[in-house]
């Protein structure tokens, strides 16, 4: 089970750090990847980090203002979003993938085979 947190309301400008942390599973041979979706539209890939954490694929929309990160100890990838826009309001997802690395340049969901609840992110003023 995945469970994400750390969503809220934030100013444009403002950061937050989303956790997803795992029970029953150990995350630690698997890549993992962060996704949303806004209201009206497509979900969307956001962020990937594979199983060791040394490599890591962001969107075009984040790329420079996202930091994805995991910590094998405590079981948990977290996901440090700075300088946030009006246009990063969504729900965010954690997943697990089926492998252990990241698709090169894109983050298919279809790699992944397990999905948190998500946690609500609001970025207005």
């Known amino acids: 089970q995945l469970v994400e947190s750390g969503g809220g309301l934030v100013q444009p400008g403002g950061s937050l750090r989303l956790s997803c942390a795992a029970s029953?599973?150990?995350?630690?041979?698997?890549?993992l990847g962060w996704f949303r979706q806004a209201p009206g539209k497509e979900r969307e890939g956001v962020s990937c980090?594979?199983?060791?954490?040394?490599?890591?694929v962001y969107a075009d929309s984040v790329k420079g203002r996202f930091t994805v990160s995991r910590d094998s100890a405590v079981n948990t990838v977290y996901l440090q979003m700075n300088s946030l826009k009006s246009e990063d309001t969504a729900i965010y997802y954690c997943?697990?993938?089926?492998?252990?690395?990241?698709?090169?340049?894109?983050?298919?969901?279809?790699?992944?085979?397990?999905w948190g609840q998500g946690t609500q992110v609001t970025v207005s003023s």
């Open positions: 997943a697990l993938s089926a492998f252990a690395g990241c698709s090169v340049d894109s983050i298919p969901a279809s790699d992944f085979r397990s």
């Open positions: 029953g599973v150990t995350l630690a041979p698997y890549a």
């Open positions: 980090i594979s199983e060791s954490g040394g490599t890591t």
